[in-house]
């Protein structure tokens, strides 16, 4: 099975940087997904890490350690519209179906 | 382009009754997927296609049922719906090629709730 932890609720404030843990147990891994979900609507995409090592996009960045089982979503600059539920996947084969974690609340305070 | 699209929106059930919720992709995506959301929670995956003609179950298909027909529709049907059921539910398609990244491409949801 694959059990994926991440913290219920964050707060942050608006110009600063915040940094959303996961940490995953799995008997399989090929990747794992970062996805944001504003409330009341569809996830997309943020992120994939499949190796170790830090992934920049902008103002996000996600990192990966498989030998820890252990990711992060590193927001920077934090904005109002960044207040969202961040969720964590894992993948176990190359393609098709993940597990995902609970999600992180984020809000963003002026 | 449409992506995914879901229908209902959302509905009021009455337990017991039989319920379709739709799914179409128009992205030629291989793979399928339908999740449950509760309140406050993640996605459980109820079940999945990872090609036309092939089904599997996720972490939660008691009560639930699928089909794909083709490569556009993934219909889920509740045969006899049940309060626990109520949820808001989404639907994801990705191009499950065995190469790339292969994200998944979610619709925008249907509510669901079951009385």
């Known amino acids: 099975g694959q059990n994926i932890d991440q913290p219920t609720e964050m707060t942050a404030t608006e110009g600063a940087i915040v940094q959303i843990n996961c940490t995953y147990q799995?008997?399989?891994?090929?990747?794992l997904f970062w996805y944001q979900q504003h409330a009341g609507e569809a996830p997309t995409f943020l992120s994939y890490n499949v190796l170790d090592g830090l992934e920049e996009k902008g103002r996000f960045s996600s990192f990966l350690s498989r030998s820890k089982g252990y990711s992060y979503l590193l927001l920077k600059e934090l904005q109002m519209k960044d207040s969202a539920s961040y969720l964590c996947a894992v993948r176990k084969t190359n393609a098709g179906k993940s597990t995902f974690g609970d999600g992180t609340t984020l809000t963003v305070k002026p | 382009i449409a992506g995914i699209t879901q229908a209902p929106t959302s509905q009021i059930l009455a337990a017991g009754r039989r319920m379709t919720l739709r799914c179409t992709q128009d992205m030629r995506h291989n793979a399928m997927y339908w999740y449950r959301q509760d309140l406050g929670l993640g996605l459980r995956l109820i079940h999945y296609s990872n090609t036309a003609g092939t089904t599997g179950k996720g972490e939660v298909p008691d009560g639930y049922s699928v089909s794909r027909a083709n490569t556009d529709d993934f219909p889920l049907t509740l045969a006899s719906a049940v309060p626990s059921q109520t949820s808001v539910y989404f639907c994801?398609?990705?191009?499950?090629?065995?190469?790339?990244?292969?994200?998944?491409?979610f619709g925008p949801g249907t509510r669901l709730t079951v009385l």
């Open positions: 994801a398609s990705s191009e499950a090629s065995g190469m790339g990244t292969d994200t998944q491409y």
């Open positions: 799995t008997s399989g891994f090929n990747g």
